[in-house]
Nanobody, 126 residues
Framework: QVQLVESGGGLVQTGGSLRLSCIVS????????MAWFRQAPGKEREFVAA????????YYADSVKGRFTVSKDNGKNTGSLQMNSLKTEDSAVYYC???????????????????WGQGTQVTVSS
C-alpha cells in the first residue's frame, strides 16, 4: 500500500520561502512520477509542478515557474517542493501526488495520479 505524507506547510510573509516534503512509503520514488497540486477555498484543485519518474524532467505551472522547484530524493524516498518569493495568491492547501503510469500529456491533471497525501496548508500573508 502506497502512502504519501506531506509536511512543511505554515504561515509565511510575502516574499518568504517554504519547503514542502512528501514522504513516500510502499513504493520507491524512482518508479513514480510525483506532482504537487494546490487548492484554495472556493477554487478547483490546480497543478503546480511535477517531476517524471524517467529522467526526472520537471514541469511547472506558469504561475510558479522561476519561483518553485520540484525535486525528489531516491535515497530518502521523498519528494519536495521548494517555494521561494511567495505571494498571497500562493495560499492554498498543497497536495503531494504520485503515479506509476503517468504519461506526459496527462501529468497536469489530478486524475492521472493514483496516490495522494492528506494535504498541508500554506498561508502567505501580506
Amino acid at each position: 500500500q502506497v502512502q504519501l505524507v506531506e509536511s512543511g506547510g505554515g504561515l509565511v510573509q510575502t516574499g518568504g520561502s517554504l519547503r514542502l516534503s512528501c514522504i513516500v512509503s510502499g513504493r520507491t520514488v524512482s518508479a513514480l512520477t510525483m506532482a504537487w497540486f494546490r487548492q484554495a477555498p472556493g477554487k478547483e484543485r490546480e497543478f503546480v509542478a511535477a517531476i517524471r519518474r524517467n529522467g526526472g524532467h520537471t514541469y511547472y505551472a506558469d504561475s510558479v515557474k522561476g519561483r518553485f522547484t520540484v525535486s525528489k530524493d531516491n535515497g530518502k524516498n521523498t519528494g519536495s517542493l521548494q517555494m521561494n518569493s511567495l505571494k498571497t495568491e500562493d495560499s492554498a492547501v498543497y497536495y503531494c501526488a504520485a503515479g506509476s503510469g503517468v504519461i506526459l500529456s496527462s501529468l497536469r491533471y489530478a486524475s492521472a495520479y493514483d496516490y495522494w497525501g492528506q494535504g498541508t496548508q500554506v498561508t502567505v500573508s501580506s
